[in-house]
T-cell receptor, first 109, second 114 residues
Framework: KNEVEQSPQNLTAQEGEFITINCSYSVGISALHWLQQHPGGGIVSLFMLSSGKKKHGRLIATINIQEKHSSLHITASHPRDSAVYICAVSRGTGNQFYFGTGTSLTVIP | NAGVTQTPKFQVLKTGQSMTLQCAQDMNHEYMSWYRQDPGMGLRLIHYSVGAGITDQGEVPNGYNVSRSTTEDFPLRLLSAAPSQTSVYFC?????????????FGPGTRLTVL
């Protein structure tokens, strides 16, 4: 059983659409992380959060600690948002990470 | 700062060959780790290190060795490559001992074992 579950696995959207990717976890965490991986590319950190909500540009991440659930929203989606989005949780002293399997997002012009 | 660097970017091996994947970071991070990424699976931890001279096994260590002689470098050795080790390998680093820790990833090494 995965400690971190993401949905959907694959997502196709039209440019301009509002997108939501969900993440549920089953363990106690120090923080929840959203990562982005472009095709053939490396992995970069988008958000690290332990409560509430964070916003960077068109990206918003929320977390509900009681429900062990987080969402990543993309407003006014653009083809350059096409990537794999990975949810991860860190535990303990913050170095132990568990990763979801990722959501592959394709935004069509 | 270069961040986390990995070499090579691509590698093809024959079954039974050995090789070393290089990883270096210039952020003075104590914690370094190696992951493999396979289709349909999340990143899986191979080995990690909490500082120079200290290494430990992760979830999938078989067939791999690591060493950490300096803070900066954390090479991953494949002892006798097998087709099951075909994967994309990522090295990552972060500060140790902090509850809220961001991991910094290298660009990855795509390895094919024939």
């Amino acid at each position: 059983k995965n400690e971190v579950e993401q949905s959907p696995q694959n997502l196709t959207a039209q440019e301009g659409e509002f997108i939501t990717i969900n993440c549920s976890y089953s363990v106690g965490i120090s923080a929840l992380h959203w990562l982005q991986q472009h095709p053939g590319g490396g992995i970069v950190s988008l958000f690290m959060l332990s409560s509430g909500k964070k916003k960077h540009g068109r990206l918003i991440a929320t977390i509900n600690i009681q429900e062990k659930h987080s969402s990543l929203h993309i407003t006014a989606s653009h083809p350059r948002d096409s990537a794999v989005y990975i949810c991860a949780v860190s535990r303990g002293t913050g170095n132990q990470f568990y990763f979801g399997t990722g959501t592959s997002l394709t935004v069509i012009p | 700062n270069a961040g986390v660097t990995q070499t090579p970017k691509f590698q093809v091996l024959k079954t039974g060959q050995s090789m070393t994947l290089q990883c270096a970071q210039d952020m003075n991070h104590e914690y370094m780790s190696w992951y493999r990424q396979d289709p349909g699976m999340g990143l899986r931890l191979i080995h990690y290190s909490v500082g120079a001279g200290i290494t430990d096994q992760g979830e999938v260590p078989n067939g791999y060795n690591v060493s950490r002689s300096t803070t900066e470098d954390f090479p991953l050795r494949l002892l006798s490559a097998a087709p099951s080790q075909t994967s994309v390998y990522f090295c990552a680093s972060s500060r140790a001992g902090r509850i809220y820790n961001e991991q910094f990833f290298g660009p990855g090494t795509r390895l094919t074992v024939l």
